[in-house]
């Protein structure tokens, strides 16, 4: 291979831009899966062209339903609409067709000479499909092609040999199907992985010898983890669904995956733009500005993306988004919860941590309960006085009971005991009116865990406090 770094300029006057998402459905779709679907979704609604979903599936061995039903689900998920499906495995008559043309006319040949193509849609005496290939005659000369991303590209195919279109008839194998499906759909571009420019000259051989022009290639970089590994099944994938049962919003997922690779144009005098929804990335997006070099997978800075998100969302469509992460005790429609979403949307990441921190030893675990704590924790450390832990308790209960419970907001409890802790001192105020709310030594402002828990509650707890201080 022989590259040359200077690019091509996009072409989309050939015809109504065609892209493809040709996944094989042998594995969980996955980050590197989803970030090629996404270049190319971007690229074919940016020129007004179609966006196709094609199924690889003749691997019958590997390809399983339920994989394919992981890719669909996902692309719903992320909001990426297809205009038409394809799976191979319904299309063989056409392979076969297409198959019989290259050896007709003398592209392409059965390995064993000793057999008839007709023969090789039959029976050995004991029922077994026979096992000869067939094979393309490599005319054994230079292939080159203008990648948009990597510039021009050239190949000198004598080293690939005739090499194999098809187990037999009926058993086409990769290469053969991806040129005879990209010419019958009107494929115009090709985006994909980098890792399948060792396959393009096969496959140009193969369009030429079917009388049909090549599409446009673009071989995106490659995703790698924070090692600089490939990102693969194998190795730090995460399929897209355990990203959406984590509490990954769809929309923070395809900003950062856009941003893998490439950037917008800057804006002089203008910081760099991160956050983008969808419509405004199609808009900027450009092949001419995706790198070649790997693009680092780091799940620091997508969380990062997604608490962005998660901070714009409104309090009903928090509520939404969060009711599939909910203990049983609590409803997303709750009033208790409705309390709970500032400090949420301050805290959380990912929405999956709403569950962590309402739970036995979480943060804001004391909602559900009040754990049980010896009369000490109340006492602030640098007076240790239960006389006054007892004393600044007392006038908080009071203070906070002449608010009534439809004007008990974390504002109203502020005013109210907020000058007497000044004056008192706000350690030896606020630390005892904490630890009576949550019993732990670690938990939000004590004004946030009244309104949390409201006043009746908040009320309640003062009181059991009060006793164990007696008690003691």
């Known amino acids: 291979m022989s590259p040359n770094t200077d690019r091509p300029k996009e072409d989309t006057k050939r015809a109504t831009v065609v892209t493809r998402f040709a996944p094989s459905p042998t594995g969980l779709f996955h980050a590197g899966s989803y970030r090629t679907a996404l270049f190319a979704y971007i690229f074919a609604r940016q020129n007004g062209g179609r966006f196709i979903l094609r199924i690889e599936d003749t691997d019958k061995e590997r390809?399983?339903?339920?994989?394919?039903?992981?890719i669909i689900e996902s692309l719903k998920w992320l909001g990426l609409e297809y205009d038409e499906f394809y799976r191979q495995s319904e299309r063989t008559e056409i392979y076969r067709e297409s198959i019989r043309k290259l050896i007709d006319s003398g592209h392409a040949y059965v390995s064993d000479e000793s057999q008839s193509v007709d023969k090789l849609q039959g029976r050995t005496s004991s029922g077994q499909a026979r096992s000869s290939v067939i094979r393309f005659r490599n005319p054994n000369k230079k292939v080159a092609f203008d990648d948009l991303i990597r510039g021009r590209i050239e190949f000198d195919t004598t080293e690939l040999g005739d090499f194999v279109i098809a187990k037999s008839m009926e058993e086409p194998v990769f290469h053969l199907v991806n040129v005879v499906d990209d010419m019958?759909?009107?494929?115009?571009?090709i985006i994909r992985g980098e890792d399948h420019i060792s396959n393009t000259p096969r496959q140009i051989l193969i369009f030429e010898a079917l009388g049909a022009k090549?599409?446009?290639?673009?071989?995106?970089p490659l995703l790698l983890s924070t090692d600089r590994s490939k990102l693969s099944k194998r190795h730090g994938a995460v399929s897209m669904t355990e990203y959406r049962e984590r509490g990954y919003i769809p929309d923070a997922l395809v900003n950062f995956m856009a941003l893998l690779g490439w950037h917008p144009a800057p804006t002089p005098g203008e910081p760099e733009k991160?956050?983008?929804?969808?419509?405004?990335i199609i808009q900027t997006f450009s092949l001419d500005r995706v790198q070649k070099s790997g693009a680092i997978f780091d799940d620091a800075k997508l969380n990062w993306f997604n608490k962005q998100y998660i901070s714009k969302l409104g309090d009903s469509e928090f509520a939404s988004y969060a009711s599939a992460f909910l203990p049983d005790w609590i409803a997303a429609t709750s009033p208790q919860f409705g309390r709970l979403i500032q400090i949420l949307r301050e805290k959380i990441s990912v929405l999956g941590d709403i569950k962590t921190a309402l739970s036995p030893g979480g943060e804001l675990a004391f909602v559900h309960s009040l754990p049980d704590f010896h009369a000490e924790m109340l006492l602030w450390k640098k007076d240790p006085s239960k006389e006054k832990a007892r004393m600044h308790l007392e006038k908080v209960q009071s203070l906070l009971a002449a608010i009534s419970d439809d004007a008990f907001t974390a504002e109203s409890i502020k005013g109210a005991i907020w000058d007497y802790a000044e004056a008192e001192g706000k350690g030896d105020v606020l630390w005892p009116f904490r630890m009576a709310l949550t019993g732990q030594e670690r938990s939000p402002d004590p004004v946030m865990c009244a309104f949390i828990l409201g006043r009746e509650e908040t009320l309640k707890r003062i009181d059991s406090s009060l006793k164990k201080l007696s008690a003691a």
């Open 184 to 189: 019958d759909m009107g494929m115009t571009h």
């Open 274 to 280: 991160e956050i983008m929804s969808l419509e405004e």
């Open 63 to 70: 390809s399983k339903k339920e994989f394919e039903d992981n």
């Open 214 to 220: 090549p599409p446009i290639y673009a071989h995106i």
